[in-house]
């Protein structure tokens, strides 16, 4: 008999090694959900960054003839944030200013937005170098005595009065596009060139020496509201640039 319940006893222990308790098995899932969830949160999180910039856009209210191309704006939006993550912008900046130098000169390729508060507040000309191109802006520099433009993304500075009068001084951020940008004296001002008056006789407005020159009676407001450490950016759709610009990386 004793040997009967030996060899019981061992076909008992056998056969129950197999079993897993409800418990186990529940721990065992409880470890795989969080891995999905995480997936699926970080998915989320980037369809809300997409959605909630064309929500943005399309909760500005552009001048009918005069919006902003939705993709410049997109490209804004990016550096702008990322100028943010990198501390370089305060947190709480709202204030994005866009020209667009894919655009005719002669058209009012200059946006100054309050993303804040969803609105445009200044739309309006704007030069680019004299030898950057006629009618329509071709050749960029970030070389000194270029008398070119400069694309990408400044962050604007002080206010001063020079040879153009009333001027605000910005500082290049993409470098080798337009990091030479302050010693080059590339700056915001006014100029009489820049007018519808001047493109009526001239076919086109007049240019700078490479700076975004705008009209003269827009100089103060402008230069006013966007100083101080808030966000310009010079677009044009050269593939090297939007390649190679840190900022423009989601």
Avoid at 2 to 7: D, I, M
Avoid at 96 to 114: A, E, H, P, Q
Avoid at 185 to 194: E, L, N
């Amino acid at each position: 008999m004793r040997g009967l319940y030996s060899v019981l006893g061992v076909v008992y222990m056998v056969t129950t090694s197999f079993y897993i308790s409800p418990e186990k098995g529940n721990i065992k899932k409880e470890n795989i959900n969080p891995k999905i969830e995480r997936t699926e949160t970080t998915t989320s999180e980037k369809a809300t960054t997409v959605s909630s910039s064309e929500a943005l856009y399309k909760s500005i209210t552009f001048e009918v003839g005069h919006e902003l191309n939705e993709e410049v704006f997109f490209k804004a939006l990016t550096g702008f944030e990322n100028l943010k993550k990198a501390g370089l912008l305060n947190q709480d900046a709202h204030l994005l200013t866009v020209c667009d130098f894919s655009m005719s000169s002669n058209t009012k390729r200059l946006w100054v937005i309050d993303t804040e508060e969803k609105k445009v507040l200044f739309n309006s000309l704007v030069a680019h170098g004299k030898n950057t191109g006629e009618e329509f802006a071709t050749n960029f520099s970030n070389t000194n005595s270029s008398l070119q433009s400069s694309l990408g993304f400044y962050i604007t500075d002080a206010t001063y009065n020079g040879d153009n009068g009333y001027s605000l001084r910005l500082l290049g951020m993409d470098k080798g596009f337009n990091d030479a940008a302050y010693k080059r004296a590339i700056v915001m001002h006014g100029a009489d060139y820049v007018s519808e008056d001047f493109a009526a006789v001239h076919k086109r407005i007049g240019r700078s020496w490479g700076c975004p020159a705008v009209p003269r009676d827009l100089t103060q407001p402008i230069i006013n509201t966007i100083k101080g450490r808030n966000c310009l950016f010079i677009y044009y759709p050269d593939q090297n640039y939007l390649s190679k610009s840190e900022w423009l990386k989601a």
